[in-house]
């Protein structure tokens, strides 16, 4: 019979591959069906979830995959750099065993990057991190970064990453290189603006407007001349008339053409 264990994995490399999007809902009768286990398993596995920050449960709808907050996202991401560039920092030397396993790493990803399985491809990027951490011998850590490595790819699935897959093997590349060559200070730089190029590819709102997303919003359509055009059309300004005096003058009264365009011409202008 399937564990709660291997439950709560596969929900994990579900949403690392990102299978699973934020919101998602995970109901324990399908669950159960899908894994052939009991209710009491699944709800423990879920239950293991939410302490880890992955899924939430809600008295009325039931269990989803989160959704992270702007807030969130930005923790998430700081959390990350403390713990990485931490595990590198302290690091003295790296052996030859934990290089060739890191080498190993890379070559699946490439290999996933030059096929079509994006699940694939996705899973192996983020856990390029949590392999980092096993080869440096921190099991605890390990854990911990796929947890929150978990938890921003659904952040690159919300807020619409435009992080590129090729730049980030690249980057791991040059890390792994750098480990390689003893230079655990470059890989520490190298890690901390991986890291940066990540969280700046998300879109999000600056901090410091809580309003931005209701002023993008709310702002003015950019209408096409087209468009304008036909609003003058219809919302035309009524002629003022005209004095006595003015018929009387000598110019000759325009046609009812050229009238038409300029008032058209004069509404327009005061658009623009």
């Known amino acids: 019979m399937t564990t709660a264990t291997e439950i709560s994995n ?8 990102q299978k699973l999007a934020p919101g998602s809902r995970l ?3 399908q669950l ?15 239950t293991r979830l939410s302490t880890r920050g992955i899924v939430t449960v809600s008295a009325r709808r039931g269990w989803y995959v989160i959704e992270p907050s702007e807030d969130e996202a930005r923790e998430a991401f700081e959390a990350r750099r403390v713990i990485e560039l931490g595990l590198l920092h302290q690091l003295k030397t790296v052996d030859k065993a934990a290089v060739r396993q890191l080498k190993s790493h890379l070559q699946r990803e490439k290999a996933a990057l030059a096929g079509s399985d994006v699940g694939v491809r996705s899973f192996l990027l983020g856990d390029f991190h949590v392999c980092l951490a096993e080869c440096l011998g921190n099991s605890l850590l390990a854990d911990t970064l796929r947890d929150f490595t978990a938890r921003t790819t659904l952040i690159a699935m919300l807020y619409q990453s435009s992080h590129d897959a090729a730049q980030s093997c690249e980057d791991h590349v040059r890390i792994v290189e750098a480990l390689e060559a003893g230079d655990i200070a470059r890989a520490e730089v190298l890690m901390a603006e991986h890291i940066g190029t990540v969280q700046s590819a998300l879109r999000l709102q600056a901090s410091s407007d809580p309003l931005a997303g209701l002023r993008d919003a709310l702002a003015p359509v950019r209408k096409s001349p087209a468009a304008m055009a036909v609003a003058g059309d219809t919302a035309k300004p009524s002629r003022p008339r005209k004095s006595r005096a003015a018929s009387k003058s000598s110019t000759p009264p325009a046609s009812d053409n050229d009238a038409a365009s300029a008032d058209t011409s004069t509404y327009l202008g005061a658009l623009l």
């Open 10 to 17: 596969r929900i994990i490399e579900a949403v690392m591959a």
């Open 27 to 29: 109901g324990e009768q």
């Open 32 to 46: 159960a069906m899908l894994f052939d286990c009991s209710r009491t398993i699944v709800r423990e596995a879920l």
